[in-house]
């Protein structure tokens, strides 16, 4: 079955705590993303790549690390997490430049930094 | 389950009626545009997709439409039920650019049996 699986599906964790949610796509698809979900704020990117070894920034990602050594993998780094990261995180992917298509998406992380 | 927005717009309506969900896109140049469905506790799932030279497409009891001059999405959703009460989102895209899809705010839709 093709999917995005990301886990774990609920992360409670403290105050600098370094942790990574791992994402994992089964598509062979290109382009891999990270959004975190916050109610009134919708979605919101945190970090995005292209392909392999390329990553960029999206619209919030302060706190955050990515890596992209595999096309299927794309894990979330927090290597301090705060309060303010506390959320709901979505990884997804899709086929790449050349070709329009959804975005698939995984089943959300609820991550709790306290 | 997770809710996943406060303050979202509401559409209320009861089963078996026809439901509409509006979007407003931002950019004219966007030209592929994605309706998603978010149950509580999923991520987004892709429904129906429309591409800019289209003013219309149809899918299994959903149908999408386009205005680019007001620059207008809909989601017509016919017969209701209860399993179609979600967030709706909307997601545009622009083709010869970065393909990154920029997301609305969503609509919550509830059905009502």
């Known amino acids: 079955e093709a999917q995005v699986t990301q886990n774990p599906r609920y992360l409670i964790t403290v105050t600098g705590k370094k942790l990574t949610v791992t994402c994992s796509q089964n598509m062979n698809h290109e382009y891999m993303s990270w959004y975190r979900q916050d109610p009134g704020l919708g979605l919101r990117q945190i970090y995005y790549s292209m392909n392999v070894e390329v990553t960029d920034k999206g619209d919030v990602p302060e706190g955050y690390k990515v890596s992209r050594k595999e096309k299927r993998n794309f894990p979330l780094i927090l290597e301090s997490p705060s309060p303010n990261q506390t959320s709901l995180y979505f990884c997804?992917?899709?086929?790449?430049?050349?070709?329009?298509?959804?975005?698939?998406f995984g089943n959300g992380t609820r991550l709790t930094v306290t | 389950g997770e809710s996943v927005g406060l303050h979202l717009p509401t559409l209320s309506v009861q089963e078996g009626d026809n439901s509409i969900i509006n979007c407003a896109y931002s950019n004219s140049a966007s030209d592929y545009f994605i309706w998603y469905k978010q149950e509580s506790g999923k991520g987004p799932q892709f429904i129906i997709d429309i591409r800019s030279n289209m003013d219309k497409r149809q899918g299994q009891r959903v149908t999408v439409l386009l205005n680019k001059t007001v620059k207008h999405l809909s989601l017509q959703i016919a017969a209701t039920q209860p399993g179609d009460s979600a967030v709706y989102f909307c997601a545009e895209t622009i083709s010869g650019g970065s393909y990154i899809p920029t997301f609305g705010r969503g609509t919550s839709l509830i059905v009502h049996p």
């Open positions: 997804a992917s899709m086929k790449g430049r050349g070709e329009l298509g959804p975005l698939h």
